[in-house]
């Protein structure tokens, strides 16, 4: 069981932390491959409710270590933070590995990225304003800042100066802000060095290795598969590869390794931002499931946008991923509700369509189709095994394993750590 994949399935937030932190004692290496502080994991263990956005959730293992591979975007002052914030509440992150190929985000990346947002106007994406997709801009361009150059002041000054001429230009002459020194982002940058430099690691040599040495590597998604940049709702995605496939390119470690690709699936469905939603709610129900699923952002703050399960986006989702397990979260919401409806096809332009439309304007115009199941009223959250649903909701449950091309493996019955019930051995295969 070397390599292990877990993404999310729909637009984010799905319980990938919580995930992870399940299979986390298991497992040798934790591995983040994509994305930065745009992403939100909270994870309770016991008392205790930790949120991370740059970190690995395994870091909150003993014994894990945990990695920030290249295919990830660094903010070292949230870097820093985080580290700081575990050590006062006693946690290790002292195994952390950093790829010397991953990329900086600067302050400029962050001004550009809260600049370009005001400048769409109507056409926000809606962003975490974390600097992402400029970085992530800068890495394509061929001008972005990597971590290996902040241990060299010559290259470090020449790129954030070649950086800068450009976007200095765009900054004060089409977007009328001021011009940001050189100076200042190359002094930022090399007061983390010191600290950085006994965790910067040639990560793909070292889970190479520690994959040929038959040890488990977990590599946790951020984001999610509808917001992945090639195979999203683009342009209302994340800049980066939130599907499997970008475990491959963002650490370097062949496809043949994955053999487990595990997507989080939520027993219904959320956004943060914009972009098409075809089952979005803007009823009673919509504010049912955000106040009792707590559907607030952990990165933001925003209040989720809250819909119904589409099972079309589930199967794109195992398609697009090779799926071999979905864990099935945030069933316990859903206890209360007379009916449930499902999302099982969808209505564009008068014809129905069985599944997500190559085209964005037909996904824009796309209207769910619904089945509706039967709901139930017992609280499910002590339940350990399927036997112990009830039968309305294992209906439920097995409805949405057919309907979504992939066997349910794991069902979150609440946000604890041992609140789930476990079908098939995640690891087990
Ligand atoms: P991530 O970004 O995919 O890691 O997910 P988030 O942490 O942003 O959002 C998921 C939220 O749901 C967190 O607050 C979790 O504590 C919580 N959660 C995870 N699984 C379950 C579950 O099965 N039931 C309930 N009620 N909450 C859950
Ligand atoms: P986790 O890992 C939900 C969304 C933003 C915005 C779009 C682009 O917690 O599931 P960005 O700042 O990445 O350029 O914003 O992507 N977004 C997320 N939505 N969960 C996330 O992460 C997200 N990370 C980015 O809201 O719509
Ligand atoms: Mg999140």
């Given amino acids: 069981m070397p390599a292990v994949v877990i993404i ?15 299979l986390a004692e298991r497992i040798d290496y934790v591995v983040k491959f994509n994305g930065g502080n745009n992403a939100g994991h909270t994870v309770v263990i016991g008392d205790e409710k930790y949120a991370l956005h740059l970190l690995p959730s395994g870091i909150l293992t003993p014994g894990v270590i945990p990695v920030i591979s290249n295919g990830v975007v660094i903010d070292l002052e949230v870097l820093f933070y985080e580290i700081a914030a575990l050590n006062a509440r ?40 974390r600097g992402i997709g400029p970085t992530y801009a800068d890495k394509i361009n061929r001008v972005g800042i990597r971590i290996q150059d902040i241990f060299d002041e010559n290259i470090l000054r020449q790129k954030v100066e070649g950086a800068l001429y450009q976007k200095n230009t765009l900054l004060t002459k089409v977007y009328n802000r001021k ?14 060095a010191d600290r950085l430099r006994p965790m910067v690691a040639d990560t793909a040599l070292e889970l190479h290795q520690a994959l040929e040495a038959n040890q488990t590597v ?48 939520k027993a219904y469905t959320t956004r943060v931002g914009a972009g098409p939603f075809p089952t979005e709610l803007f009823d009673q129900s919509g504010e049912y499931l955000r ?18 399960y589409d099972a079309p986006i589930a199967r794109y989702s195992a398609r697009i991923n090779g799926l071999t397990d979905f ?26 369509v069985e599944e997500v439309p190559v085209s964005q ?57 041992d609140a789930i019930i476990v079908r098939h051995d995640l690891l087990g295969a």
């Fill in 179 to 192: 011009a940001i020194a050189a100076d200042e982002i190359v002094a930022d940058l090399l007061s983390y």
């Fill in 361 to 417: 304007s037909d996904f824009h115009h796309a209207k769910p189709i619904y089945e509706n199941f039967a709901g139930w009223t017992e609280d499910i959250s002590t339940a350990r095994t399927f036997d112990e649903l009830p039968k309305t909701c294992q209906d439920y449950v097995l409805a949405l394993e057919r309907l979504s091309g992939c066997r349910i493996s794991a069902i979150g019955v609440g946000p604890a750590r």
């Fill in 291 to 308: 106040a009792t699923g707590f559907e607030f952002g952990t990165t933001t703050g925003r209040p989720r946008r809250c819909g119904w």
């Fill in 8 to 22: 999310g399935a729909q637009w984010g937030d799905e319980g990938k932390g919580k995930a992870t932190d399940l």
């Fill in 218 to 265: 977990l590599f946790e998604g951020g984001q999610a598969t509808m917001l992945d940049v090639d195979h999203g709702t683009y342009p209302f995605v994340t800049s980066s590869n939130a599907t499997a496939g970008g475990a491959s390119t963002g650490s370097g470690i062949g496809p043949r390794e994955f053999k487990t690709v595990i997507g989080i699936v």
């Fill in 90 to 129: 006693g946690i290790d992150t002292s195994k952390l590995r950093v790829s010397a190929n991953a990329h900086v985000i600067t302050a400029y990346h962050r001004t550009l990225d809260k600049v370009t947002e005001r400048f769409l106007g109507k056409r926000q994406i809606g962003t975490t304003g």
């Fill in 327 to 352: 864990v099935l979260t945030k069933l316990d919401v859903l206890t209360g509700l007379k009916e449930i409806p499902v999302c099982v096809a969808y209505e564009v332009d008068g014809k129905r």
